[in-house]
């Protein structure tokens, strides 16, 4: 079982520095190399520099899942500064962020960074879950067709796409508080994306087959239903 997780920077980050690079700065692929060098004394793993509630959880989620034999999760982030990174690449703080631009901007720059063709390079990889742990903003940044470049079950949590393939959530304050009242621990709606992954990944761990369990989230169907049922909808 292959789960492709995908998150997004914060603005809450490890390190900083007055002399960290803006958007302006960080306008080529190349520029990751440059200020990891110029803040060498900064650079933490990608995982390691988003402090946000959101990004935490992601990572509880991602390595719970971990402990289960035969399944396989790769965890990308996706940063407005840098581009797409991997989850142990070294970067150096910085202050970009998607949220503030218009569509056109972030589609140009997220082609300048490579975002839309590294996802499409990811995307080959034939997962069988993708999730999706972003907003409309950093949705926007993988492109128009970015959902036709998947295969298998794609979980997310902005419905951009009619598709059988599709389990989508909300993550917005009604099913936060549908999670929070079945005695979840949540931190918001803005940490809730980290916050499901954990979940399912608790529930994952405390059925007799673990593996069995995550298999069948290879079903759409039987996805929507747990999601729903977890939430008590």
Known sequence: MKICVIGSCGKRK??????EPT???????????????????????????????QNRELCKGVDMLREITGVTVDFFIISAGFGFLKEHTLIPPYECS?????KPEIQRRSRKLGVISDFRKIASSDYDLFYMALGRKYITAL???WFHK????????????????????PAGNQIVKRFSNRGYTIHGAAGFKGDLLRILALYALEQEQKYAEVMDWKNPLYLQNLLHNLAGL
């Open 14 to 19: 490890r390190t900083t520095s007055p002399n």
């Open 23 to 53: 958007c302006e700065d960080l306008q080529k692929q190349n520029a990751l190399p440059i200020w990891r060098e110029k803040l060498h004394d900064l650079t933490v793993e990608a995982r390691s520099m988003y402090t946000g509630n």
């Open 98 to 102: 998607f949220s503030t631009m218009t």
């Open 143 to 145: 492109g128009d067709d």
């Open 150 to 169: 998947t295969s298998g079950v794609v979980l997310a949590f902005d419905k951009t796409r009619h598709s059988s393939r599709m389990v989508y959530l």
